[in-house]
């Protein structure tokens, strides 16, 4: 029976074993596990270790959940016979517990030895390796030793999956995503970027949300001081909480990821505003009661309880709303309503409802707005601003409301060139104003406004390149420096500057590469060399390098497929895998093997029509699997067969026309298979406006034209030689 199939019948996700003096890491490990709200993208997908759940609980504590127990080691048996993974607490005090090590043992021995991980607190792991550094050893015997085919330890040593939560390694946040990577078999780099972006999302509100209950801690001392008007525990809760704001929150709210001290903080300050009499309610107590209701909400939208967080926003929004009609120049006020439509915004993005995301940002954005044409002098509501914008772009792009979106990503541009001229030193708004960039690149790329996507990626390379050169162990500025190459390569290439869009892949790979080789563990890193070695392959081809070409494109090809084994519904790996065979299927076409061509590209059409089924709204579907269908009909009719040839190129329009009804959708992405399409089946009427739009955009790419030209549309066009003239041009 494969571990597939028996994870769903086991009791618990994992046991966590651990020494009682480490009591502390087992409790915080154990929330953080339960309480972590896995990616909705993952949920349900299947891998090595089963199906994802929504949530990883329940979770075992060991002896804690055993303390009645009259036969302590039955029970422990037995609640190891029925978890999943088997979570080690490592330190020396550890690495000396009898218990632990037999725990480590009889998991051992149940066969899921390499279901076991390790979290490491305290000393050094294989410490008894040096001489007189023994006490230091964090590794129980049963962790370092093979189990023997007798069932006990063998002299043979294994090396345990290990996270370091010390400081100056993984860190706790990074330690416990690589166990939650490990115990779910996805890659550590799929929940880490998940992270990042979600931290960056909330990270400017929380921010505001943490200095703003930081203020409250002044109103309330003096709440605390009017001992004659208050009731005494009235008075004791005020002088408690803020003693709990000078104290944890002081110190502790700056790791804002930490949901249990945010939980904390709004369930004292809920309970508080509840014991005030009605007499003692007033307008700066409301405006507290919604801040800590947005606490609430963010913990709750955080842990993957939407209803609930939703819930507490609109409780706030329906607290600050009046306030603000009152007092309609109080920017903090202002800056908190915009916060609750912020979080709103978020929560049904979060649902998939696009359009509600989109009213709830856009109604936060005037709010904004106004307080930061009155307060020009504060930077972090000008940066609060620029992520508004940044995410009504993003619903408006999902949404396919193209030039709406390009219009807020030029203001974000705008607001992240005032920041850094203001600051010119601070490296966190460069990165931003670099990620502008990359943001304008794209969809004027989509758009087929090539000389702004060139011109954009080309200052977005010129961010990334001295961000690079000042610290060159900056290993997320290296990855955006490969990326910004990349895409000006794409660019280049649809330009017709293929020798200059092969050498900026050249640089793309050659980064990867190195960042491969510091981590080679890398999800994000190794798609992009993928994608950079197809990139390449595909330039390669064009120019005559048909062995290298190859070569790049087979290795391509393993990493694409075995990160669709590892992750089978992530729709963008298997569409790259799906151009990986399609670009394979040309270059064996221009060997001259037509059979092994075909294959290719039936496989190219098999897989991203699984796309298709299961995710009907990705936009990169339907032009790949138009782009399948042509290449299919290019080869039957290199085969002689004109009807199976007609077939496949009438598909295509059919998909083309399915995805975006009958007028020219304006992607360059749908434009281009439109017109090779018309052209192969002989329509030239209805081709030459196509046509004569991908010539006014500047649409030179060299696998476009060869295509046009073996059709009547050749004499429709002049794109050669301009191709001619661009090839000479240089990136400005």
Same mark, same amino acid.
């Given at each position: 029976m494969t571990q597939a199939s028996v994870m769903p019948d086991l009791r618990y996700r994992a046991f966590i074993s651990y020494s009682h003096q480490d009591?502390?890491?087992?409790?915080?490990?154990?929330? /953080?596990?339960?309480? $972590?709200?896995?990616?909705? #993208?993952?949920?349900?997908?299947?891998?090595?270790?089963?199906?994802?759940?929504? #949530?990883?609980?329940?979770?075992? @504590?060991?002896?804690?959940?055993? /303390?009645?127990?009259?036969?302590?080691?039955?029970?422990?048996?037995?609640a190891l016979a029925q978890s999943a993974n088997l979570i080690v607490i490592c330190s020396p005090r550890s690495a000396a517990s009898r218990w632990v090590n037999e725990e480590v043992l009889a998991f051992k021995r149940l066969g899921r030895s390499e279901h076991i991980f390790c979290l490491i607190v305290d000393g050094e792991p294989n410490a008894t390796e040096s001489p007189c550094r023994d006490a230091e050893e964090c590794f129980a015997n049963a962790l370092r030793y093979q189990l023997g085919a007798d069932g006990a330890l063998s002299r043979e040593r294994t090396e345990p999956i290990a996270a370091d939560a010390r400081t100056g390694k993984d860190g706790k946040t990074n330690a416990k995503l690589k166990l939650i990577a490990g115990m779910l078999d996805v890659g550590f780099d799929t929940l880490k970027q998940r992270e990042l972006q979600r931290r960056n999302r909330r990270m400017v509100t929380i921010t505001a949300l943490a200095l703003v209950v930081m203020l409250m801690t002044t109103a309330l001392a003096v709440v605390a001081f009017r001992a004659q008007r208050l009731a005494e525990h009235e008075r004791n809760q005020a002088e408690g909480l803020i003693n709990f704001m000078l104290g944890d929150l002081n110190t502790k709210l700056q790791a804002v990821n930490h949901l249990d001290i945010i939980d904390d903080v709004a369930d004292k300050a809920m309970r508080y505003f509840s014991s005030l009499d009605e007499s003692e309610v007033t307008k700066d107590s409301l405006a507290q009661r919604a801040k800590a209701l947005q606490l609430i909400g963010s913990v709750r939208e955080e842990q993957g309880k939407l209803p609930e967080a939703r819930r507490a926003f609109e409780d706030s929004q329906r607290l600050m709303q009046p306030l603000v009609a009152r007092y309609p120049h109080n920017p903090q006020w202002q800056i908190?309503?915009?916060?609750? $439509?912020?979080?709103?915004?978020?929560? /049904?993005?979060? +649902?998939?409802?696009?359009? !509600?995301?989109?009213? !709830?940002? @856009?109604?936060?954005?005037?709010?904004?707005?106004?307080?930061? #044409?009155? +307060?020009?002098?504060? %930077?972090?509501?000008?940066?609060?601003?620029?992520?508004? +914008?940044?995410?009504?772009? +993003?619903?408006?792009?999902? @949404?396919? !409301?193209?030039?709406? /979106? !390009?219009?807020?990503?030029?203001?974000?541009?705008?607001?992240?060139?005032?920041?850094?001229?203001?600051?010119?030193?601070?490296? #966190? $708004? @460069?990165?931003? %104003?670099?990620?502008? $960039?990359?943001?304008?690149?794209?969809?004027?790329?989509?758009?087929?406004?090539?000389?702004a996507a060139q011109g954009d990626a080309s200052q977005e390379l010129a961010i990334w390149q001295p961000l690079a050169q000042q610290d060159a162990n900056d290993n997320s500025v290296q990855l955006y420096l490969a990326r910004a190459n990349a895409m000006l390569a794409k660019v280049m290439q649809a330009r017709g500057q293929g020798s200059a869009s092969v050498a900026a892949l050249e640089n793309s790979l050659t980064i990867g590469n190195r960042l491969l080789a510091a981590d080679p563990t890398s999800t994000d890193v190794i798609s992009d060399v993928a994608s950079y070695s197809r990139g390449l392959a595909h330039g390669l081809r064009m120019n005559g390098d048909a062995a290298r070409a190859e070569q790049l494109l087979r290795n391509a090809l393993t990493i694409y497929t075995q990160l669709v084994a590892k992750v089978p519904d992530e729709p963008a790996w298997q569409a790259n895998l799906a151009e990986s065979h399609l670009e394979l299927s040309r270059l064996t076409w221009k060997k001259g093997d037509v059979s092994s061509a075909s294959a290719s590209a039936e496989m190219a059409r098999s897989l991203i029509g699984a796309v298709m089924q299961k995710h009907s709204d990705y936009s990169r579907a339907p032009p790949l699997l138009a782009e399948s269908d042509i290449t299919l009909g290019q080869l039957q009719m290199a085969s002689g067969n004109l009807p199976g040839a007609t077939a496949h190129w009438e598909t295509a329009l059919k998909i083309l026309e399915q995805a975006n009804g009958p007028a020219s959708d304006p992607r360059l992405a749908f434009l281009k298979p439109r017109a090779v399409a018309l052209c192969l089946l002989g329509k030239t009427s209805e081709a030459t406006p196509v046509i004569a739009k991908l010539d006014k955009l500047g649409y030179r790419d060299a696998q476009y034209l060869q295509s046009i030209d073996a059709t009547p549309c050749h004499s429709l066009h002049a794109s050669r030689d301009i191709a001619v003239s661009a090839e000479a041009t240089t990136p400005h």
């Amino acid at each position: 029976m494969t571990q597939a199939s028996v994870m769903p019948d086991l009791r618990y996700r994992a046991f966590i074993s651990y020494s009682h003096q480490d009591k502390y890491w087992a409790s915080w490990l154990h929330k /953080a596990l339960e309480t $972590y709200a896995i990616p909705k #993208r993952l949920i349900g997908q299947t891998t090595a270790a089963g199906v994802i759940p929504k #949530r990883l609980a329940p979770i075992f @504590r060991d002896r804690d959940e055993l /303390a009645s127990a009259t036969d302590l080691g039955r029970k422990v048996n037995e609640a190891l016979a029925q978890s999943a993974n088997l979570i080690v607490i490592c330190s020396p005090r550890s690495a000396a517990s009898r218990w632990v090590n037999e725990e480590v043992l009889a998991f051992k021995r149940l066969g899921r030895s390499e279901h076991i991980f390790c979290l490491i607190v305290d000393g050094e792991p294989n410490a008894t390796e040096s001489p007189c550094r023994d006490a230091e050893e964090c590794f129980a015997n049963a962790l370092r030793y093979q189990l023997g085919a007798d069932g006990a330890l063998s002299r043979e040593r294994t090396e345990p999956i290990a996270a370091d939560a010390r400081t100056g390694k993984d860190g706790k946040t990074n330690a416990k995503l690589k166990l939650i990577a490990g115990m779910l078999d996805v890659g550590f780099d799929t929940l880490k970027q998940r992270e990042l972006q979600r931290r960056n999302r909330r990270m400017v509100t929380i921010t505001a949300l943490a200095l703003v209950v930081m203020l409250m801690t002044t109103a309330l001392a003096v709440v605390a001081f009017r001992a004659q008007r208050l009731a005494e525990h009235e008075r004791n809760q005020a002088e408690g909480l803020i003693n709990f704001m000078l104290g944890d929150l002081n110190t502790k709210l700056q790791a804002v990821n930490h949901l249990d001290i945010i939980d904390d903080v709004a369930d004292k300050a809920m309970r508080y505003f509840s014991s005030l009499d009605e007499s003692e309610v007033t307008k700066d107590s409301l405006a507290q009661r919604a801040k800590a209701l947005q606490l609430i909400g963010s913990v709750r939208e955080e842990q993957g309880k939407l209803p609930e967080a939703r819930r507490a926003f609109e409780d706030s929004q329906r607290l600050m709303q009046p306030l603000v009609a009152r007092y309609p120049h109080n920017p903090q006020w202002q800056i908190a309503l915009a916060d609750s $439509y912020s979080w709103l915004g978020m929560v /049904a993005w979060d +649902h998939g409802d696009l359009p !509600q995301s989109l009213l !709830q940002f @856009r109604m936060a954005a005037p709010l904004v707005e106004s307080v930061v #044409r009155e +307060h020009p002098e504060k %930077l972090d509501w000008l940066k609060h601003l620029g992520w508004l +914008h940044n995410n009504i772009g +993003h619903v408006l792009e999902e @949404r396919g !409301q193209l030039s709406e /979106a !390009q219009k807020e990503y030029g203001i974000v541009l705008q607001i992240y060139r005032k920041l850094v001229e203001v600051v010119p030193d601070d490296r #966190r $708004y @460069r990165t931003e %104003l670099g990620h502008a $960039y990359d943001n304008l690149a794209g969809i004027s790329y989509s758009l087929g406004d090539l000389a702004a996507a060139q011109g954009d990626a080309s200052q977005e390379l010129a961010i990334w390149q001295p961000l690079a050169q000042q610290d060159a162990n900056d290993n997320s500025v290296q990855l955006y420096l490969a990326r910004a190459n990349a895409m000006l390569a794409k660019v280049m290439q649809a330009r017709g500057q293929g020798s200059a869009s092969v050498a900026a892949l050249e640089n793309s790979l050659t980064i990867g590469n190195r960042l491969l080789a510091a981590d080679p563990t890398s999800t994000d890193v190794i798609s992009d060399v993928a994608s950079y070695s197809r990139g390449l392959a595909h330039g390669l081809r064009m120019n005559g390098d048909a062995a290298r070409a190859e070569q790049l494109l087979r290795n391509a090809l393993t990493i694409y497929t075995q990160l669709v084994a590892k992750v089978p519904d992530e729709p963008a790996w298997q569409a790259n895998l799906a151009e990986s065979h399609l670009e394979l299927s040309r270059l064996t076409w221009k060997k001259g093997d037509v059979s092994s061509a075909s294959a290719s590209a039936e496989m190219a059409r098999s897989l991203i029509g699984a796309v298709m089924q299961k995710h009907s709204d990705y936009s990169r579907a339907p032009p790949l699997l138009a782009e399948s269908d042509i290449t299919l009909g290019q080869l039957q009719m290199a085969s002689g067969n004109l009807p199976g040839a007609t077939a496949h190129w009438e598909t295509a329009l059919k998909i083309l026309e399915q995805a975006n009804g009958p007028a020219s959708d304006p992607r360059l992405a749908f434009l281009k298979p439109r017109a090779v399409a018309l052209c192969l089946l002989g329509k030239t009427s209805e081709a030459t406006p196509v046509i004569a739009k991908l010539d006014k955009l500047g649409y030179r790419d060299a696998q476009y034209l060869q295509s046009i030209d073996a059709t009547p549309c050749h004499s429709l066009h002049a794109s050669r030689d301009i191709a001619v003239s661009a090839e000479a041009t240089t990136p400005h």
